[in-house]
T-cell receptor
Framework: AQKVTQAQTEISVVEKEDVTLDCVYETRDTTYYLFWYKQPPSGELVFLIRRNSFDEQNEISGRYSWNFQKSTSSFNFTITASQVVDSAVYFCALSEAQGGSNYKLTFGKGTLLTVNP | DTGVSQDPRHKITKRGQNVTFRCDPISEHNRLYWYRQTLGQGPEFLTYFQNEAQLEKSRLLSDRFSAERPKGSFSTLEIQRTEQGDSAMYLC?????????????FGPGTRLLVL
């Protein structure tokens, strides 16, 4: 069975601090997909990034960066110079491969990030 | 390009009543998913469709729940004889199967409260 663990339930930082959200996953599949989503107070899940298991390159997008390490089954997310608008619940998710594509997502419990001015 | 839409956004009902939710996916997307999210938890998979075919149902989907996607476009999720434990956010997502880097995009959700 697949499992995603986000050990940090809540994190509180002051604006402009860097913050890293941890994600550890378990799967028996050799091909799988990892995702991060953001859920602001409005409730809608906003897609941030997708990673394939065969692509371990780290990625940077503006103030966001992701560190994927298969050896430790981790897919951590770092926000640099955090802003108040980054306050939200962040979910890490895992999908096994089916027919060469991903399908149902298994989510972690989420990390509530609060950025204080 | 409009995103995934869901209706209603909020629903309050009394225990034992039936409720139906609607999801309109992104127009060209052939896959449609339903998830349920309770307070303080991540979303949990309920079921999904590829076009009009329902390909998988979770054990979470009891026989009081039924989902349809009759013409391969919008989908409905019906809960019969609602129970207080059904109170949750019901999320719909859609994706384009076969597309490189296929990704699920979510709607705003329907928040259900069963009194």
């Amino acid at each position: 069975a697949q499992k995603v663990t986000q050990a940090q339930t809540e994190i509180s930082v002051v604006e402009k601090e860097d913050v890293t959200l941890d994600c550890v996953y378990e799967t028996r599949d050799t091909t799988y997909y990892l995702f991060w989503y953001k859920q602001p107070p409005s409730g809608e899940l906003v897609f941030l990034i997708r990673r394939n298991s065969f692509d371990e390159q780290n990625e940077i997008s503006g103030r966001y960066s992701w560190n994927f390490q298969k050896s430790t089954s981790s897919f951590n997310f770092t926000i640099t110079a955090s802003q108040v608008v980054d306050s939200a619940v962040y979910f890490c998710a895992l999908s096994e491969a089916q027919g060469g594509s991903n399908y149902k997502l298994t989510f972690g419990k989420g990390t509530l990030l609060t950025v204080n001015p | 390009d409009t995103g995934v839409s869901q209706d209603p956004r909020h629903k309050i009902t009394k225990r034992g009543q039936n409720v139906t939710f609607r999801c309109d996916p992104i127009s060209e997307h052939n896959r449609l998913y339903w998830y349920r999210q309770t307070l303080g938890q991540g979303p949990e998979f309920l079921t999904y469709f590829q076009n009009e075919a329902q390909l998988e149902k979770s054990r979470l989907l009891s026989d009081r729940f039924s989902a349809e996607r009759p013409k391969g476009s919008f989908s409905t999720l019906e809960i019969q004889r609602t129970e207080q434990g059904d109170s949750a956010m019901y999320l719909c997502a859609s994706s384009l199967w076969g597309q490189k880097n296929e990704t699920q995009y979510f709607g705003p959700g329907t928040r259900l409260l069963v009194l």
